[in-house]
């Protein structure tokens, strides 16, 4: 046993795996919950939360690097970290989730931003796939919000940022389900918002546009022009405006001049020509490869959802 295990006994969980600490300590700071943690905009976001001091709990698939990104996030900023994987699309996963942060940490920041989606003919997804991008985006959203609202209104201030995209604001052919799914994110989060007024904890949603979460939106867009380089932002940079908008307690966060501008001609142009130009936008990209994923553009192959999915 090492020391530090002393202190802070390892438990094992029956399914999600975890390096759970045991530190219910009154003074201690509290904690701030991310999901989708192990890489991109929910790496970006752990780090800069454990820049300013933030105590974390860290979700993710199993078998991503999850450990290795916790156990360097706390070496690098001096703050304490946990970590546990799991895949929240399954049954009970955010009941688990929940019930290992709030039996042993005091948490008042949430952050859901773990999110999937893809684009494809509606006819030529497997369901197995759209209900993923509905488990998680969707019910994994809205039921660990659910579950740890009673725990983030025990503190005196308390934050929970939800991850939605710019292309919530208009449905699009050969994406369907996505921008339903981050519709509901942007719905469901002013919702709450409005009926957390004057409560401590204050609800923000990220209407996140195109980031370089990944190798392949980062080739991408060295082909795109100066345009989709002004548009693009780094998830690094992306995750320090957001959360400075969230301290502030902004309900609805839009990053830079871009996507503010794309913002507004999904809401305000027609819908006729919107619906065509952003499914001809996507259709496109549909003919380039026969199966991509990525719902605000980046492209990936489209796993086999029985074995993997990921984001974009
Ligand atoms: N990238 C963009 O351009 C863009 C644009 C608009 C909105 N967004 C939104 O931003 C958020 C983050 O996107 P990203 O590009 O950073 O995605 P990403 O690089 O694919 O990362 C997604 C994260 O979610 C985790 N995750 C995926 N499925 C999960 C599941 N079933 N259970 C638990 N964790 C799961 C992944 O874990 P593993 O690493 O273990 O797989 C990963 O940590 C998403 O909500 C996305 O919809 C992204």
Known sequence: MEW????????????????????????EVPYGLITGASTGLGKAFAEECARNGKNLLLVALPGEGLPEVSAAIASRFGVKTAWMEIDLTEE???HEVSAWAQENYRVDLLINNAGIGGTKAFDQASFTYLDKILKLNVRAT??????????L?????????????????????????????????????RGLHEELKGT?????VLMAGVMATNPSVVERMKHQGWMARFILL?????????????????????????????????????????????????????NKDQEVIGADSPK?????????????
């Open 300 to 312: 990936m192959v489209i796993p086999d959802p029985a074995t993997r999915t990921r984001s974009f």
């Open 142 to 151: 809205g039921l660990l919000t659910y579950l740890m609202l009673p725990e």
């Open 234 to 286: 780094q998830p690094e940079e992306a995750a320090r405006k957001t959360l400075h908008q969230m301290y502030r307690k902004k309900p609805v966060i839009v990053l830079g001049i871009g996507n503010k501008v794309s913002q507004l001609l999904a809401r305000y142009l027609p819908d006729k020509y919107r619906m065509s130009l952003l499914s001809r936008i996507v259709l496109r990209e549909l």
């Open 92 to 94: 009970n996963a955010v």
């Open 4 to 27: 530090s295990e002393f202190f802070f006994p390892l438990h094992h969980n029956p399914k999600g795996n975890t390096n759970q600490i045991t530190t219910m300590y009154p003074n």
């Open 153 to 189: 209104k025990t503190h005196q201030e308390a934050h929970v940022l939800s991850v939605s995209s710019i292309i919530a604001f208009s449905a699009a052919a050969y994406k369907t389900f996505y921008p339903a799914s981050k519709a509901f994110i942007h719905n469901f989060s």
């Open 200 to 204: 401590g904890v204050s609800v923000s």
